[in-house]
């Protein structure tokens, strides 16, 4: 991996009232204690990639983790997680991340040929949730259910849902875990200077080319996460469980509707 003269590159239905508003449910997700993780940056996690705009009944949300993100979380002090959604198999979602090199790049998008390929970022493994108490949330989810299904949490609605709008919530009810966010923050810049790597770079993936009318395409890495889920798991369930009850409310209710979207 090749060094710059300024920075070094990073390793790392009816009537009813319409439901509180999504954002609302992101007071379930705490900001981090970025000095308080110490030893346990060596669990990893993460969710994968979209599955574009399909509706589903049963919906998976898993972790994943790779060897270039326990590199990062040890350099900047914080464990970098991806959370990811799907509605097929989520062991089919984790090697997808492997084939294409999920977050693989880094660097600022504007200077392409300068960006870094990370070793590991190929690598894509599970991480998996560990059980908490669900029984009390189930109650209050009437026909929604969310169990516990080979390390990752499986939701069952009773009428099909856009699997993108979860990747939306989630997007919107972990914003204060969002590693871009923090990274963009003044601890996250000393962090990333400390390093030093560049404060103004992120991670890229690069998607193969859909042939014979597009290359290929470079899009932000902006599903990953500072979450430990082996202390962190009865917040991460909650603010989960909260979240597929607005979705099953806005989804029979009409409220949201859902915009359909490729990768």
Not at 119 to 133: D, L, S, V
Not at 176 to 192: D, H, I, M, P, T
Request: with cysteine; hydrophobic share 40%.
């Amino acid at each position: 991996m090749s060094v710059s003269s300024t920075y070094r590159a990073n390793p790392f239905l009816g009537e009813r009232q319409p439901p509180a508003p999504l954002q609302e449910l992101a007071s379930l997700v705490p900001a981090p204690e970025a000095n308080s993780y110490g030893h346990l940056l060596q669990h990893q996690t993460a969710l994968a990639i979209k599955s574009a705009g399909c509706r589903a009944h049963v919906v998976h949300i898993y972790c994943a983790g790779a060897a270039h993100l326990r590199s990062v979380s040890a350099q900047i002090g914080v464990p970098v997680f991806k959370l990811g959604v799907t509605s097929g198999y989520p062991a089919k979602r984790i090697e997808a991340l492997s084939n294409v090199g999920y977050a693989s790049l880094w660097g600022a998008a504007e200077n392409r040929a300068s960006l870094e390929a990370l070793e590991g970022a190929h690598n894509w493994f599970q991480i998996r949730f560990p059980k908490c108490e669900i029984h009390n949330h189930n109650n209050d989810l009437g026909e929604t259910k969310i169990v516990f299904q080979d390390g990752h949490l499986q939701l069952t609605f009773l009428r099909p849902v856009l699997v993108n709008r979860f990747n939306e919530a989630l997007t919107t009810v972990f914003a204060a875990r969002c590693l871009r966010r923090f990274l963009s923050s003044e601890e996250g810049q000393v962090r990333l200077r400390k390093i030093g790597a560049d404060p103004g770079a992120w991670f890229h993936t690069r998607y193969p080319a859909v042939p014979p009318h597009r290359g290929p395409k470079l899009s932000l890495a902006n599903e990953l996460f500072i979450l430990n889920p082996a202390v962190e798991m009865p917040m991460i369930f909650r603010a989960i469980a909260e979240m597929a009850r607005y979705i099953a409310a806005t989804e029979e209710a009409g409220y949201v509707a859902g915009r359909e979207y490729g990768r």
